[in-house]
């Protein structure tokens, strides 16, 4: 029988054995190569993309106006007219008092018209009632010129609550050439 030798050294034990084989010696990494070719990758068809199946969609509904404002004066004088509200009690103008678009009106609201002026120009105003074919505020001037450059806001805060609920026209002129109708409705 072959003779065991016991070894303690710095607490690990290690058995030897007479006449056993000698320990494998060490073999350096194998070395690696690149990859002896590349090939590359075919490019792929471009990709041309299918227009989507038009679907019929419902036009919105416009407003029939009483008249046709003329839009060559329009753009002469205005980038902008437009309605708005305001909450009751704020001022127009800033820092809070820019109107908010609205076309539709309940008696608190407040009735705000804005105007992007880029000639210096008189106007008028009226209310047009359509269904009953009459009016409400007859034409009536605004009292002084409006001036270049300016964003004008007018507001107020009686109007609404003194219509019917209905639909109306809010009209501005520019000497006799009629250059915006704003349909409203009040509810």
Do not use: H
Request: glycine share 6%; with cysteine.
């Amino acid at each position: 029988m072959k003779t065991k030798i016991l070894l303690v050294t710095l607490g690990m034990i290690a058995f030897a054995f007479q006449g056993c084989a000698p320990a494998p010696t060490a073999t350096p990494y194998p070395t690696y190569t690149l990859y002896p070719t590349y090939t590359p990758i075919p490019p792929t068809p471009t990709y041309t993309p299918v227009p989507p199946t038009p679907t019929s969609i419902p036009p919105t509904p416009t407003p029939t106006l009483s008249e046709q404002p003329d839009q060559q004066v329009f753009s002469e004088y205005f980038t902008e007219i437009s309605l708005g509200t305001l909450p009751p009690g704020v001022n127009p103008g800033p820092p809070a008092g820019f109107p908010t678009p609205m076309t539709i009106f309940t008696p608190n609201d407040q009735f705000c018209t804005s105007m992007n002026i880029i000639k210096d120009v008189t106007v008028a105003t009226g209310i047009y009632y359509p269904q009953a074919m009459r009016w409400i505020r007859s034409k009536a001037a605004y009292p002084g010129v409006l001036r270049a450059g300016q964003s004008m806001i007018g507001c107020d805060g009686t109007l609404v609550s003194s219509l019917v609920p209905d639909k109306y026209e809010y009209k501005f002129w520019v000497g006799d050439a009629l250059v915006a109708v704003l349909p409203f409705e009040v509810r």
